[in-house]
């Protein structure tokens, strides 16, 4: 039971570039979340997905897309990336009100 | 919006001494949870408290939710250097699983 994975671990990308950030749990949630986090302004939710294929948007969606095509995975995508972007970005999946989160991953963009 | 409010955002004391982190929301909450992040680490869920007025002890941690339910606090009697980290506040307010994260109030303990 490996919990919520999270691919990859660090990333730095230049700015423009895309990439895709992978989610796993194996626990079978319905609910999964992505936030970011910087220093000084907490977890922010970017988008986040009740069950399979919906998604939502949360506080800070801009420049960010996701998909849910499977139950066990939620992926984030950054069509073109910029500086701003740069941060760690932590998801999660949910049961009973219980977030777990998986171990994040450090994005930078130059 | 819904936003939560976390004091203080630092908090360096003594090994033994007690430390207390504070949470305000505007409006009427539905629950709130509480996290705690290691350095270096993610966040890992602490407890919920759902009705007004709650009180809940996990060993040295108190927590409580207030009876308006928009405020909420943490405090930890006689800290210990394992205590070290961030802790946060994270309200829901009945919103469809989303929750609104306090900025957190990072925790040093000097032994």
């Known amino acids: 039971n490996a919990g919520v994975t999270q691919t990859p671990k660090f990333r730095v990308l230049k700015t423009g570039q895309s990439m895709t950030l992978l989610c796993a749990q194996d626990?079978?949630?319905?609910?999964m979340y992505w936030y970011r986090q910087d220093p000084g302004m907490g977890l922010r939710l970017i988008h986040y997905?009740?069950?399979?294929?919906?998604?939502a948007k949360g506080e800070v969606p801009d420049g960010y897309n996701v998909s849910r095509l499977k139950k066990q995975n939620f992926l984030l995508g950054l069509e073109s990336a910029a500086p701003s972007q740069t941060s760690v970005y932590f998801c999660?999946?949910?049961?009973?009100?219980?977030?777990?989160f998986g171990p994040g991953t450090r994005l930078t963009v130059l | 919006g819904q936003q939560v409010m976390q004091i203080p955002q630092y908090q360096h004391v003594q090994e033994g001494e007690d430390f207390t982190t504070y949470c305000n929301s505007s409006?009427?909450?539905?629950?709130i949870q509480w996290y705690k992040q290691r350095p270096g680490g993610h966040p890992v869920f602490l407890i919920q408290?759902?009705?007004?007025?709650e009180v809940k002890k996990q060993k040295r941690l108190t927590f409580q939710f207030g009876e308006a339910k928009k405020n909420s606090s943490l405090h930890i009697t006689a800290t210990q250097t394992t205590d070290v980290g961030t802790y946060f506040c994270?309200?829901?307010?009945?919103?469809?699983?989303?929750?609104?994260f306090g900025q957190g109030t990072e925790l040093s303990v000097k032994p």
């Open positions: 999660a999946s949910m049961r009973y009100n219980e977030q777990f």
């Open positions: 409006t009427t909450l539905s629950n």
């Open positions: 626990m079978n949630h319905e609910y």
């Open positions: 994270a309200g829901d307010y009945n919103q469809g699983g989303k929750l609104i």
């Open positions: 408290l759902v009705k007004s007025g």
């Open positions: 997905s009740v069950g399979e294929g919906t998604t």
